[in-house]
Nanobody, 117 residues
Framework: QVQLVESGGGLVQPGGSLRLSCAAS????????MGWYRQAPGKERELVAA???????NYADSVKGRFTISRDNAKNTVYLQMNSLKPEDTALYYC???????????WGKGTLVTVSS
């Protein structure tokens, strides 16, 4: 089992920045892929960014150049630095962990990001 706890969400004005954190505990391994998804009201959950074993990263087109995902394996924590935030970035952001060579994945409960003036 893996437990994921997100933090860092909040209310920010357009153009502002936030950094989300996801602390993982339990049977998490540095080989497991980790990522951030988001779900806005009335929309499906979508991938925002992911990072895998060799630090390869993947971003949604809508956040490229604005968001950066990083990982501290010593702390079992993944971060999402979000800059130049837009109102359309408003959503519940979820942390995700996918087990290495497996279909098993885990989700956090989410942290709310609201971008509004």
């Amino acid at each position: 089992q893996v437990q994921l706890v997100e933090s860092g969400g909040g209310l920010v004005q357009p153009g502002g920045s936030l950094r989300l954190s996801c602390a993982a505990s339990g049977s998490i391994s540095r080989r497991d892929a980790m990522g951030w998804y988001r779900q806005a009201p009335g929309k499906e959950r979508e991938l925002v960014a992911a990072i895998i074993i060799d630090s390869t990263t993947n971003y949604a087109d809508s956040v490229k150049g604005r968001f950066t995902i990083s990982r501290d394996n010593a702390k079992n924590t993944v971060y999402l630095q979000m800059n130049s935030l837009k109102p359309e970035d408003t959503a519940l952001y979820y942390c995700n962990a996918k087990k290495w060579m497996s279909s098993i994945q885990y989700w956090g409960k989410g942290t709310l990001v609201t971008v509004s003036s």
